[in-house]
């Protein structure tokens, strides 16, 4: 057993890009978009909505969910 906690190396596919999807005055409200590697598409739509009530959390919050939503299709 190792003597610290190491990481998970990341085995899911990165985002495909940050998109903007609305702009508030100056503000930028982002969307993260995660696709399957290698295929074309069509792919199923899943939208995850980050409940934070714009409070605490940002884009990264819900990365592993994400990443792995991608990575299965």
Do not use: S
């Given at each position: 057993?190792?003597?610290?906690?190491?990481?998970?190396?990341?085995?899911?596919?990165?985002?495909?890009?940050?998109?903007?999807?609305?702009?508030?005055?100056?503000?930028?409200?982002?969307?993260?978009?995660?696709?399957?590697?290698g295929d074309t598409?069509?792919?199923?739509?899943?939208?995850?909505?980050?409940?934070?009530?714009?409070?605490?959390?940002?884009?990264?919050?819900?990365?592993?969910?994400?990443?792995?939503?991608?990575?299965?299709?």
């Open positions: 057993m190792p003597d610290t906690i190491m990481p998970r190396p990341k085995i899911f596919p990165p985002a495909v890009g940050d998109h903007c999807y609305l702009r508030h005055g100056d503000r930028a409200l982002m969307a993260r978009v995660f696709m399957p590697r598409g069509p792919f199923p739509c899943l939208i995850d909505l980050h409940g934070g009530g714009w409070q605490r959390g940002d884009l990264e919050y819900r990365n592993g969910f994400g990443q792995y939503a991608g990575h299965v299709g």
